[in-house]
């Protein structure tokens, strides 16, 4: 007997209601979402900007796509030291940046980049992901309507590079200095002029004597920039032991993610903020090796004590008067301070002795 096709309207009708529906819940599965991201740097401060270009790579790849962030660095927006707003007004959805350029829009930001004499790079993540430190920080964050990642690290950064050389706290008075944060305050009571100027212009200021002295970061990011062949005295550092950049996620369009894009893209921050870390850490190494031996007028200073005696004394003032009437800020500082006292000990018995008893002759 020949088979006849089934050609039943209402059966036919189900199968199609039910192809359709598993083509619309694929394709629901495969919608993409795409962010926008400002960072304060310029297109080539490496590996400041490609802490937030492998994030949005490393987004991309681990949802498949699904997950697309647009990287505008400040040559595009035009407006470094506005990213803040930008991201809290909604006009982009994440930040990359330096959390200690907002104390002047909350005094409460300024800890957690890093504050002078405090913790080393180790010590501050072991901090933020095991002491406090992360649930403070979006403490702080949340009444500007975004949440806060760490974003990267410098590790100790280097003091700076000035035109000439400090004996001792007269010859700081009146000296014009770029060196933004906490330690900026510190500088500013000693009697340096002090000024925070964007990345691309540092060098243009210290050639024609906008400024005498400026800091950066260290030999990673300073070699490129030029800044020994007008200032050649190279000092240690103090005021930035361990300089963490932040992502900066605006709420509103965190909370629109799918509950997995939102895992992704921490996944991807925390995974890029390690990256740099230790990016940075090798390119400082190399770059050093690079400038002792093809830039022989380096001098390689230590300020003298008396100078860091005054320094301290500054900063443990400074760190009392503008804790005062600041609750959070002084629970954030308090925080830092109880961590340290835990966390230095096996620091010095850990890394500081294996180095002392190990330093080549």
Not at 95 to 108: E, M
Not at 329 to 344: G, H, I, P
Request: contains cysteine; positive net charge; charged residues 25%.
């Amino acid at each position: 007997m020949e088979n006849k096709p089934n050609t039943n309207p209402l059966k036919i009708f189900f199968i199609f209601l039910f192809c359709f529906g598993l083509i619309t819940v694929g394709l629901a599965k495969e919608k993409v979402y795409k962010l926008k991201l400002a960072t304060t740097w310029g297109s080539s401060a490496t590996p400041l900007i490609d802490a937030a270009k492998n994030m949005a790579k490393y987004a991309n790849e681990l949802s498949n796509g699904r997950l697309i962030i647009r990287v505008d660095s400040s040559n595009k927006h035009k407006s470094p030291f506005g990213v803040f707003d930008m991201v809290k007004a909604g006009k982009y959805d994440i930040a990359h940046s330096t959390s200690y350029f907002w104390k002047g829009k909350d005094i409460n930001t300024l800890p957690f980049t890093t504050m002078p004499f405090g913790l080393t790079a180790p010590e501050q993540y072991a901090w933020f992901y095991h002491g406090g430190g992360f649930e403070l920080m979006q403490k702080v964050y949340k009444k500007h309507g975004m949440l806060s990642f760490p974003g990267g690290n410098t590790g100790v950064q280097m003091g700076g590079w000035f035109k000439n050389e400090i004996k001792s706290t007269e010859d700081l008075k009146g000296l014009k200095m770029r060196i933004p944060g906490f330690a900026g305050e510190i500088m500013s009571k000693l009697g340096v002029l002090v000024t925070n100027i964007a990345p691309g212009e540092l060098y243009t200021s210290l050639e024609r004597g906008t400024i005498d002295a400026l800091e950066w970061v260290g030999p990673s990011m300073d070699i490129s920039m030029g800044f020994h062949k007008i200032a050649p005295y190279y000092y240690t550092g103090w005021h930035e032991p361990a300089a963490e950049t932040q992502f900066l996620v605006n709420i509103k369009k965190f909370k629109k993610l799918p509950k997995d894009l939102r895992h992704i893209l921490v996944i991807s921050m925390k995974t890029a903020a390690y990256d740099m870390y230790i990016q940075n850490y090798h390119m400082s190494a190399m770059a050093w090796d690079k400038m002792q031996k093809e830039i022989p007028n380096i001098k390689v200073k230590s300020l003298p004590k008396t100078v860091m005696t005054s320094l301290k004394k500054v900063n443990d003032e400074l760190l009392e008067e503008i804790s005062k009437d600041q609750p959070l800020l002084k629970e954030v500082l308090d925080s830092q301070n109880a961590y340290l006292k835990k966390v230095r000990k096996w620091t010095l018995m850990s890394d500081y002795l294996y180095l002392k008893d190990n330093l080549s002759e």
